[in-house]
C-alpha cells in the first residue's frame, strides 16, 4: 500500500468523532480552523458547537455585532482571530451573497483566511487538491521526509508546503490532510511517537535513522517578556464596574477595566484618568495575579476603587471616554478576556460573583 492509500485507511479506521468532521459545510468548517489555531482540540470542543448554534450561518454570524461575536468567544483565547474571522465571514456576505467561494485565489483574499485557513476548506469542503501546513502537518512531514532545519525558517516553510502540496494530490484530499493532522495530533507527537501504530512507518526517514526524538528542529524561542502592570476596578454601589476597550488596549476589542504598564497607586490613578473616571483608590491593592500570554508574562496589581457620586450617577454609559459600567447580569454579551474574568473576581464586587 502506498503512503497516501495507508494514511487514508488508517484515518477511515482511526479518525476521533469530531463535531467539524460531520459537516462539509464550508462556514461551519472555517469556525473550526480558526478555533483550532494555535488551541486544543478539547477546549475548541466547548466552544464550536455553542458558536454555530448562535451564528448557524455567514449570514447570522455577519449581522452580529462584535460584542456579541466576542462574547461567544470570550476565554477561546487569541481574540484577534475572531475579528478576523467576523471581517471575513463579513466579505463573504457582502460579495459572495453569504456563500464562502470554492476557488483558493479568492477564500485567500478574504480577512483573516491564509494559506493554511484557505487549504483547510477548499479540500475539506470542496474536495479540491489544496494543501495545507499546521503544527501537526509539519511534525509528521519533517520526520517522514527527515527535514532537519528549523521549523519556521523560509527554506524549511518552503520545504513543508511542497512535500504538502505532493502528498494531497489524489481522491480524497480533505480526508487526505485531516489524516495527516490526525497522525500528528494522535500518533507523531512531539515526544515518544507511538511509531509502532503508525500507518507509513517504511517510509520514515527519522525512524530509520532513530532521530524521532530530534525531528523536527523546534524554531528558536524568545523567553516571554516580564511586565508590571496596574489593573484599576472602579465600581458604583452596585456592584457594576467600570469597563474600557480600544484598538490599542492589550486585549483590543475585548471589553476590560482600566490597565497600565507600572506598578503602585500612581499608576492606578494615572490608568483611571486616562479614561476620565473618577474614584477613590482603596489604598492597598487587591492582589497580584500572574497572566501568561505568548511573548509576555504579565504580573498585574488589582486595585479597586470607588466611582465619586458624580461618576456613579453617569456610569450606566460615558461615549465620550469610550468607557461603560458593566453588572454581572452583562457579562453574558459582552467579550471580555480570561485576565479581566481573573481580575473582577479578586476585585471581590458583587460583579465578580459570577461562574465562569
Not at 41 to 50: A, D, G, I, M, N
Not at 58 to 85: N, P, Q
Request: glycine residues 8%; proline residues 4%.
Amino acid at each position: 500500500m502506498n503512503e497516501r492509500d495507508a494514511l487514508l485507511a488508517w484515518f477511515d479506521a482511526n479518525a476521533r468523532d469530531l463535531p467539524w468532521r460531520r459537516t462539509r459545510d464550508p462556514y461551519a468548517i472555517w469556525v473550526s480552523e480558526v478555533m483550532l489555531q494555535q488551541t486544543r482540540v478539547e477546549t475548541v470542543l466547548r466552544y464550536y458547537e455553542r458558536f454555530l448554534a448562535r451564528f448557524p450561518d455567514a449570514h447570522a454570524l455577519a449581522s452580529a455585532s462584535e460584542d456579541d461575536v466576542l462574547s461567544m468567544w470570550s476565554g477561546l483565547g487569541y481574540y484577534r482571530r475572531a475579528r478576523l474571522l467576523h471581517a471575513g465571514v463579513r466579505e463573504v456576505v457582502a460579495s459572495y451573497g453569504g456563500r464562502v467561494p470554492d476557488d483558493a485565489t479568492s477564500r485567500r483574499a478574504l480577512p483573516g483566511v491564509g494559506r493554511y485557513t484557505a487549504g483547510a476548506i477548499g479540500s475539506i469542503a470542496f474536495d479540491r487538491e489544496e494543501p495545507l501546513v499546521d503544527g501537526n502537518v509539519a511534525r509528521v512531514l519533517s520526520r517522514l521526509r527527515g527535514i532537519d532545519t528549523p521549523l519556521g525558517r523560509r527554506d524549511t516553510e518552503a520545504r513543508l508546503w511542497d512535500e504538502a502540496e505532493k502528498v494531497v494530490r489524489g481522491p480524497r484530499p480533505g480526508a487526505l490532510n485531516q489524516a495527516l493532522m490526525e497522525l500528528g495530533a494522535t500518533v507523531c507527537t512531539p515526544s515518544s511517537p507511538k511509531c509502532l501504530s503508525c500507518p507509513i512507518t517504511r517510509s520514515c526517514v527519522a525512524l530509520a535513522s532513530d532521530r524521532t526524538d530530534v525531528l523536527p528542529v523546534a524554531k528558536a524561542r524568545r523567553a516571554p517578556r516580564e511586565v508590571a502592570m496596574v489593573a484599576v476596578v472602579a465600581h458604583d454601589a452596585q456592584g457594576r464596574a467600570m469597563m474600557v476597550r480600544g484598538e490599542k488596549a492589550l486585549f483590543g476589542g475585548l471589553w476590560g477595566v482600566p490597565m497600565r504598564e507600572g506598578r503602585g497607586a500612581k499608576t492606578a490613578r494615572e490608568a483611571l484618568r486616562e479614561h476620565a473616571i473618577d474614584a477613590r483608590l482603596t489604598r492597598e491593592p487587591a492582589g497580584h495575579i500572574e497572566h501568561v500570554l505568548t511573548h509576555r508574562r504579565l504580573d498585574v496589581e488589582v486595585f479597586v476603587a470607588r466611582l465619586s457620586s458624580a461618576s456613579a450617577g453617569t456610569a450606566s454609559a460615558s461615549a465620550g471616554t469610550g468607557a461603560r459600567a458593566v453588572g454581572a447580569d452583562d457579562l453574558a454579551s459582552v467579550g471580555v478576556s480570561t485576565l479581566t474574568r481573573r481580575i473582577l473576581e479578586m476585585s471581590d464586587l458583587t460583579i465578580s460573583r459570577f461562574q465562569r
